[in-house]
C-alpha cells in the first residue's frame, strides 16, 4: 500500500491529497546509522512550496471542522486498522533507519495504532456544557452561556528521530480528531518512517489536504515553517535548544513542547534493590539512552551504594551490543556527532576522577553502554543529558540531598523513587520539582491517557490523549441572552 510514497527510494511529500517531489528538484540524502549506507532520499522543499502546503491546509481544515466528530473518529480507528496490518513491514523501516532494535520498532508501531483507537474514541466525548448566570453575584436567571469546543486551525507537528512514529501519530491524531488540519515536520532520519504513517492515515480516507508532510532542510525552512502567517499551533517534541528558539520567535502562536529531560532514579536504604537494578538498566540503555525519559543519572543513599552499583553492573554487563539485525538492544547511536558529544561527557567524567566499572568502548558512532560510580557534582555528566548510553551514579548521605541534586537540574521532567516506605516516597515526590514521579519504576511515557509534561527546560504544556485535545482545541462561547 505505500508504492506511491517513494520511487527509486525518493521519498515525496503528501500534499493536498497527492504524493509529489519538490519543484525545485532539490533532495537530501539519509543514510541508515547502522552502517552508514544509503537508504532513501528527501524532498527539499522551498519556502514557496511551503506556502502552498499552508494555504491548503488553511482551505482544508474549514470542511474538516464542519465533519462530524464521529466520522472524524471511524478515520482514525480505519488508520489505526491498517497501521497494525503493517506494523512488520514498518517495524523494518523503522528498525533500519534510527537503528532501533527490533523489538522495540514493532512495540513503538503497535502501540502507536492502540492510541490512535484511543484517541479516536477520546474524540466522541469532547463535549460542551451550559453555565447559568444566577450562579454568580448579582445577576438573574436571565442568562445562559453555551460552552463549545472548536479546532484552532492548522496545528504544525515537528516530530523527533528517537519515536518517529508514536511521537508523531500523538500529535496527527489528537489534531486530526479536534477538527484541526495538521503539517508534519518530520525529523531527517526518521522521516521514511513518519511518511509512511502518514500514507497510512491518507489511504483511512481522510480528505485531501487535511493531513500534509513538509520535508527540507531545518536552516532553509526551519524558521520559516514555526513563524509562517498561516499557523495556528506548534506541536514540538525535541531538545530543549531548538524548543527554546522556537518559543522565542514564534511569539503569539500557542505551543506544546516535550523536550530534554535528566531524570533521576532515587534510591533509598529500604528499596528492593534488585527491582531497582532492573528498572535503572531498562530505563538508562533502552534505545541506547536515546530517549527523553532515560534514566540519566542514579542517586544512592551511601548505604546501599555499594550493592547497588554491583547489581547495576552484572545487568549491564549482560546487555547485547550490536546491529537491531543482529539482535543488539544497544545499538549505533543517530549520528557520529551524537556519540563524539558522549564520549567528550565520558571523558570529562574520567579526567575528574569517576570510577568507571563497566564501558567507554566506541566503534565509530556505536558506544557501548558506559556505567560510572562515585559521580560527583562537579562533572557534566551529572547535569547534561547524553542521549547515550551512559549511566552516573550519585552516592548521597540523605533523602534531602537527593532532592536537592535532582531539582538544580535545569530540567524537570520525570523522576523515579525506589522505597518500601510510602511516607518517604510522598514527601520526595512532593519536594521534586518535575512534570511526573514513578515511585518503584523507572521513568516512562505512559500509558497513553496518562497526563505527561515536564516543568522548567523540560517542556510547556501537558500530553497526554484528553489533554492534547484539549491543547489543540478551544472553549467557545456562546451567550443566550433571556428576555
Not at 534488585?274 to 530505563?283: C, K, P, Q, T, Y
Request: hydrophobic share 40%; charged share 25%; aromatic share 6%.
Amino acid at each position: 500500500m505505500f508504492e506511491n510514497i517513494s520511487q527509486n527510494n525518493v521519498y515525496k511529500n503528501l500534499i493536498n491529497g497527492k504524493w509529489v517531489e519538490a519543484k525545485n528538484k532539490n533532495t537530501i540524502e539519509i543514510s541508515s546509522p547502522v552502517d552508514g549506507k544509503f537508504i532513501g532520499k528527501l524532498q527539499a522543499l522551498s519556502k514557496e512550496e511551503v506556502d502552498e502546503v499552508f494555504e491548503g491546509s488553511r482551505k482544508a481544515q474549514k470542511a474538516w471542522a464542519d465533519t462530524p466528530v464521529n466520522e472524524r473518529s471511524k478515520i482514525l480507528h480505519k488508520a489505526a486498522d491498517l497501521l497494525e496490518e503493517n506494523a512488520k513491514e514498518l517495524a523494518k523501516i523503522l528498525s533500519r533507519e534510527i537503528s532501533k532494535d527490533l523489538d522495540s520498532s514493532l512495540s513503538e508501531v503497535v502501540r502507536t495504532a492502540d492510541f490512535i483507537r484511543f484517541t479516536a474514541d477520546e474524540g466522541m466525548h469532547l463535549e460542551g456544557e451550559t453555565i447559568g448566570s444566577d450562579s454568580f453575584p448579582g445577576f438573574k436567571k436571565n442568562k445562559v452561556s453555551l460552552v463549545t469546543r472548536v479546532p484552532l486551525g492548522v496545528v504544525l507537528a515537528i516530530s523527533p528521530f528517537n519515536y518517529p512514529v508514536n511521537l508523531s501519530a500523538s500529535k496527527i491524531a489528537p489534531a486530526l480528531v479536534g477538527g484541526n488540519s495538521v503539517i508534519l515536520k518530520p525529523p531527517t532520519n526518521g522521516a521514511i518512517s513518519a511518511l509512511h504513517l502518514v500514507e497510512i492515515f491518507n489511504a483511512a480516507g481522510l480528505p485531501a489536504g487535511v493531513l500534509n508532510t513538509v520535508t527540507g532542510r531545518g536552516s532553509e525552512i526551519g524558521d520559516y515553517l514555526v513563524t509562517h502567517k498561516l499557523v495556528n499551533f506548534i506541536n514540538f517534541t525535541g531538545s530543549t535548544e531548538v524548543g527554546k528558539h522556537i518559543s522565542e520567535i514564534s511569539k503569539m502562536v500557542p505551543v506544546l513542547m516535550e523536550l530534554g529531560g535528566k531524570d533521576a532514579a532515587i534510591i533509598l536504604e529500604d528499596a528492593d534493590l534488585e527491582e531497582a537494578a532492573d528498572n535503572i538498566v531498562s530505563g538508562a540503555y533502552g534505545y541506547s539512552g536515546q530517549r527523553c525519559t532515560a534514566v540519566k543519572r542514579v542517586l544512592v543513599l551511601d548505604k546501599v551504594a555499594d550493592k547497588l552499583t554491583a547489581l547495576v553492573s552484572e545487568r549491564v554487563k549482560k546487555l547485547k551490543v550490536g546491529k537491531p539485525e543482529d539482535g543488539g538492544k544497544v545499538t549505533p547511536l543517530i549520528s557520529n556527532k551524537s556519540a563524539d558529544y558522549v564520549q567528550e561527557l565520558i571523558n570529562d567524567a574520567l579526567d575528574k576522577g569517576a570510577k568507571l566499572v563497566v564501558g567507554n568502548k566506541r566503534e565509530g558512532n556505536l558506544v557501548y553502554p558506559t556505567l560510572f560510580d562515585h559521580v560527583t557534582t562537579d562533572m557534566r555528566i551529572a547535569w547534561e543529558e547524553p542521549f547515550g548510553p551512559v549511566l552516573p551514579i550519585i552516592r548521597v548521605r540523605d533523602i534531602d540531598e537527593a532532592i536537592k541534586i535532582a531539582n538544580e537540574s535545569e530540567y524537570g521532567l520525570q523522576a523515579s523513587i525506589f522505597t518500601k516506605n510510602m511516607d518517604d516516597a510522598f514527601y520526595i515526590a512532593g519536594k521534586l520539582e518535575v512534570g511526573t514521579v514513578q515511585i518503584n519504576n523507572k521513568p516512562e511515557r505512559g500509558p497513553d491517557h496518562f497526563p505527561f509534561q515536564g516543568v522548567k527546560s523540560s517542556g510547556i504544556g501537558s500530553q497526554g490523549i484528553r489533554y492534547s485535545i484539549e491543547a489543540m482545541t478551544r472553549l467557545k462561547a456562546i451567550v443566550l441572552n433571556i428576555k
